[in-house]
């Protein structure tokens, strides 16, 4: 039910299945006892705007808004960088309602991708995007609801169908596990906004030089700006983009309707579409995401973007690009939530990961 | 003008004064150059609570808040562990609108408490406290409106008198150090609450174990209630604690007024309270803090809270407490703002510290 067609990886895929094997006795099974030698770490803000409001600041009115300025609008992120590092650094974007947590360790305790590509050489950059988590200070005033939204999470990150896990799903279901997966999230501090998001990590890359950008679901929309914005993004790793494929105008296909939402292509310049065909990409798709239509929104949203994000690939292509599109059980890597990269078996990600990154001679 | 009498800190001021050369030169200028050996690195969530909407939940209704559960009021550490740590690892806390950055590199781009703990064999746990940054969600509505305050903020966290830097002030006053000062604040995704607050950071010691506070500021009044909530909290080193100083019921002093507003003890049972008379305490103050009422109320505020947490250091010594109040120009330590572990003599404080850990065998 869940087959689809081989994506047009060719021997590369072959040659990542065996050379994961020996990845992880290389990188994983070794290095993970063995202490991190870093050689840099810190933090920074990068991009924003600034806004002062009128009038003359009095020392004596602190509380009067009068002459005082305002930043906010940043991105946020903290880096850190190995002994010997790689030529590229990676920069993560987390997905919608997340923060850099996503990449850290995993709800279940082990080492999430900021680890582990840390062991394997790379310089890692951890992002919360502008109006996001520690990048809170936003220029547009919000309200915060703390409306219960968590079984629409479950269901939506297709861990299962709540409360029941997938069969051989790669999340560890326990009570605990859970409590850190919900409190993984946080929440908008201002209104979500592609623009101001691709901005303030497009500043980023000018501070990181040039580099690797992966990308989670909602952050892939912002992700295919960034690298339009600035061509120090040398290649994209995208996890389950969500949205906000960008096509050449006069190109977009028509909106795939889903039991949960309709999936739309976003129109872009000719010339600003281009900038997508110049770097290698890879898109992953996980598991227990259906083949056909079905009423269970949460399975059926994955579906329509599934087939955008294939849409997408084939225009990229098509126009020169360099886009490879994963969907796991296609290459029998069976089980994966919306979080392949935090998922039980994320080492066997990160392998599949280097192999392409090794392939496209960006380590 | 801005002399006040003598600490009662006795020869340790003055051991502490020599051993900072001495740390100096055994840590800090041969270390900075060095990488970091992490053992081990991650983050969690830690306490917080659940609410659940009534109803039953209906995955084709995924908007519909009906029997869905909601996660908040958690904090979030993120943590890096030395090879060889010391005995105890440091938690560290940050101030009023202020996140895990208040540790990390400071504005002009050096090292700070975080790193150069790391580099002095400590554990560094990195709290955003429940309603901050990443713990962002929270059980309580709350909206943000981008309010210009930045210079309120300049003034109050004694940088200067906007626009003007204090003379030989400890802080860098160019344009991107401001830039990057600014961008280091977040908002409050929900109202302030110390309970809350506390509980979350308690909690945080749960998984720590036994280890040593740091707080900054407004992070000091939930700081004394950790302190008191849970007995793994085995010393706290206070940055200018701002408010909320905790006395035993029948002795809080009478509130002291100031240009900026008043400042007010908090009662609690005299059985709690005796729990800050077990562990040593250290309260610094950094510098240009008047010795009598001025007409400016960011200076003048910081004149009452010193007033009170000097009243405060009695009343936990008079019931057989160790806490130790060095307002930094009494021992020779000039021009430090409200943020001394980031200031430009960092180090120097960052010593200071040291000294007081080993002399109370904390390190």
Redesign the interface.
Known sequence: MYQRNFPSFGSAIKAGIFCSALIACTFASAAEQT?????E?????AG?SV???PGA?D??K??D?A??????D?A?A?YEIP?NARKYPIVMLHGAGQ???TW??TSD?R?GFQ?IFLRRGFGVYLV?QPRR????????????????????WF??FRIG??PTCFPKVQFSCDPETL??F??????N??PYDENVISDGIAAIFKKTGPGILFTHSQGGGPGWLIAIKNANVKAIVAFEPGSSFVFPEGEVPPPIPS??DTVKGAAVPLDRFLALTKIPILVIYGDNIPDHPV????QDSWRARLEMAQLWRDTVNKHGGNVTLIHLPDIGIRGNTHFAFSDLNNVQIADLVSTFLAEKHLD
């Open positions: 202490p991190l030698i870093i050689k770490q810190g933090s920074f803000a924003g806004a002062t409001a600041f020392p004596r602190p509380m808004p002459g005082q300025s305002y930043h906010g940043h946020y903290f002994a923060f850099s947590k850290e360790t305790g080492e680890t919360d988590g520690d990048a809170g200070r936003s220029m547009v005033e919000t309200t915060i609801k703390p409306t219960p939204d968590e079984q629409l269901n939506q169908l709540w409590n850190q919900f409190r993984a999230m946080t929440p501090t201002g039991a949960f009423d269970l929104p949460a």
